[in-house]
Protein backbone atom coordinates (compact mmCIF):
# COMPACT_ATOMS: atom_id res chain seq x y z
CA UNK A 1 0.00 0.00 0.00
CA UNK A 2 1.50 3.61 -1.08
CA UNK A 3 1.53 6.18 1.68
CA UNK A 4 0.15 9.50 -0.39
CA UNK A 5 1.50 12.99 1.59
CA UNK A 6 -1.13 15.52 2.97
CA UNK A 7 -1.71 18.92 1.24
CA UNK A 8 0.19 20.56 3.97
CA UNK A 9 3.33 17.43 4.49
CA UNK A 10 3.55 18.07 0.83
CA UNK A 11 3.74 21.69 0.38
CA UNK A 12 6.43 21.77 3.34
CA UNK A 13 8.49 19.37 1.44
CA UNK A 14 8.26 21.46 -1.70
CA UNK A 15 9.51 24.35 0.54
CA UNK A 16 12.37 22.63 2.00
CA UNK A 17 13.43 21.76 -1.88
CA UNK A 18 13.12 25.14 -2.84
CA UNK A 19 15.28 26.28 0.04
CA UNK A 20 17.74 23.58 -0.89
CA UNK A 21 17.59 24.35 -4.39
CA UNK A 22 18.47 28.37 -3.88
CA UNK A 23 21.01 26.97 -1.45
CA UNK A 24 23.00 25.64 -4.04
CA UNK A 25 22.53 28.27 -6.24
CA UNK A 26 23.54 31.32 -3.96
CA UNK A 27 26.36 28.81 -3.06
CA UNK A 28 27.23 28.30 -7.22
CA UNK A 29 27.06 32.20 -7.54
CA UNK A 30 29.64 32.91 -4.36
CA UNK A 31 32.09 30.19 -5.96
CA UNK A 32 32.08 31.60 -8.89
CA UNK A 33 32.86 35.30 -7.93
CA UNK A 34 35.27 34.21 -5.46
CA UNK A 35 37.34 32.06 -8.44
CA UNK A 36 36.33 35.13 -10.98
CA UNK A 37 38.03 37.71 -8.00
CA UNK A 38 41.14 35.44 -7.27
CA UNK A 39 41.92 34.88 -11.05
CA UNK A 40 41.82 38.69 -11.41
CA UNK A 41 43.84 39.52 -8.94
CA UNK A 42 46.51 37.30 -10.66
CA UNK A 43 46.36 38.77 -13.56
CA UNK A 44 46.87 42.50 -12.30
CA UNK A 45 48.83 41.36 -9.99
CA UNK A 46 51.55 39.36 -12.58
CA UNK A 47 51.04 42.42 -15.43
CA UNK A 48 54.54 44.29 -14.54
CA UNK A 49 55.48 46.91 -16.31
CA UNK A 50 59.30 46.80 -17.10
CA UNK A 51 61.69 49.62 -17.35
CA UNK A 52 61.90 50.58 -21.03
CA UNK A 53 62.72 54.64 -20.22
CA UNK A 54 60.21 56.81 -21.62
CA UNK A 55 58.15 56.52 -25.22
CA UNK A 56 59.84 58.48 -28.05
CA UNK A 57 59.01 61.57 -28.92
CA UNK A 58 57.02 61.61 -31.90
CA UNK A 59 55.59 64.62 -34.55
CA UNK A 60 52.72 64.51 -36.20
CA UNK A 61 52.26 65.57 -39.26
CA UNK A 62 48.65 68.17 -39.73
CA UNK A 63 47.24 70.06 -42.06
CA UNK A 64 48.04 73.13 -39.58
CA UNK A 65 51.96 72.10 -39.39
CA UNK A 66 53.94 69.55 -37.59
CA UNK A 67 52.76 68.80 -34.20
CA UNK A 68 55.17 66.90 -31.25
CA UNK A 69 53.11 64.42 -29.62
CA UNK A 70 54.46 65.70 -25.86
CA UNK A 71 52.82 68.98 -26.12
CA UNK A 72 49.34 67.13 -25.90
CA UNK A 73 50.96 65.44 -22.77
CA UNK A 74 47.56 65.47 -19.96
CA UNK A 75 45.06 66.24 -22.56
CA UNK A 76 42.65 64.35 -24.66
CA UNK A 77 43.87 63.58 -28.32
CA UNK A 78 42.02 62.37 -30.81
CA UNK A 79 43.85 60.60 -33.76
CA UNK A 80 42.01 60.42 -37.39
CA UNK A 81 43.82 58.10 -40.01
CA UNK A 82 43.21 59.28 -43.59
CA UNK A 83 44.79 56.99 -45.92
CA UNK A 84 44.75 58.39 -50.04
CA UNK A 85 43.23 56.69 -52.29
Given amino acids: MSE ?4 RD ?7 RARGL ?6 GVVLLSGIAVYGLSTIQ ?9 PAPNVT ?4 AGDVPLAS ?14
Avoid: E, M, N
Fill in 10 to 16: ARRHGRA
Fill in 45 to 53: SSAVQGDIG
Fill in 4 to 7: RRSG
Fill in 60 to 63: LRTD
Fill in 72 to 85: ARGKILVLYFSFPG
Fill in 22 to 27: KLYVVA
